[in-house]
């Protein structure tokens, strides 16, 4: 089966710092380009970041440019999003999801979420 | 970045009712847009890529239509699981960006 599971989420303070990570299976990980994408409270989608098959090409939202940083390990089919100095506006539903070019660049995978929550 | 609104924001519908979203993207995307589905707690789910190709699995009641900036998702005979939030997405340009959503309600 084809499958994203994130985990890594939790209460952290503002300035404090989370890893998330998305574990892959049922497909060729490295093959793919993956993005992260929130979701605050009650709140539409909104792309975070992305990352090529090789992590030559990585690109940030301008919300967590400086901030965040997306990774990948491969060799054990795994994304990351390293999130530093977090702030309130950051506390969201994080997704990692896949895209494929037989879907027009459509996210047609998308993991179960991880919940963050900035709080004092 | 290319802007999405989608209209109406929610709709009320009843079991067996023909349903349809709209989503206009503030620059052409040719058919560049991806349609999902969102239910209350879950993830986000892929109906309709390529503006109007049904994704693997996904009934045939639902389609969706358009291209250049003006697209629609359409829910023929309503079902109790189709009760959820709907969101457009373009991939034509870099950043992908998404409408607002759409909720679907039980009238």
């Known amino acids: 089966e084809v499958q994203l599971v994130e985990s890594g989420g939790g209460l952290v303070q503002p300035g404090g710092s989370l890893r998330l990570s998305c574990a892959a299976s049922g497909f060729t990980f490295s093959n793919y380009w993956m993005h992260w994408v929130r979701q605050a409270p009650g709140k539409g989608l909104v792309w975070v970041s992305r990352i090529n098959s090789d992590e030559t090409v990585i690109n940030y939202a301008d919300s967590v440019r400086g901030r965040f940083t997306i990774s990948r390990d491969n060799a054990k089919n795994t994304l990351y999003l390293q999130m530093n100095s977090l702030r309130a506006e950051d506390t969201a539903v994080y997704y990692c999801?896949?895209?494929?070019?037989?879907?027009?660049?459509?996210?047609?995978?998308w993991g179960q979420g991880t919940m963050v929550t900035v709080s004092s | 970045d290319i802007q999405m609104t989608q209209s109406p924001s929610s709709v009320s519908a009843s079991v067996g009712d023909r349903v349809t979203i709209t989503c206009r993207a503030s620059q052409v995307i040719s058919s560049w847009l991806a349609w999902y589905q969102q239910r209350p707690g879950k993830a986000p789910k892929l109906l309709i890529y390529g503006a109007s190709s049904l994704q693997n699995g996904v009934p045939s009641r639902f389609s969706g239509s358009g291209s250049g900036t003006d697209f629609t998702l359409t829910i023929t005979s309503l079902q109790p699981e189709d009760f959820a939030t709907y969101y457009c997405?373009?991939?034509?340009?870099?950043?992908?960006?998404f409408g607002q959503g759409t909720k679907v309600q039980i009238k």
């Open positions: 997405q373009q991939s034509n340009s870099f950043p992908p960006t």
């Open positions: 999801a896949r895209i494929t070019v037989t879907r027009d660049d459509a996210f047609d995978i």
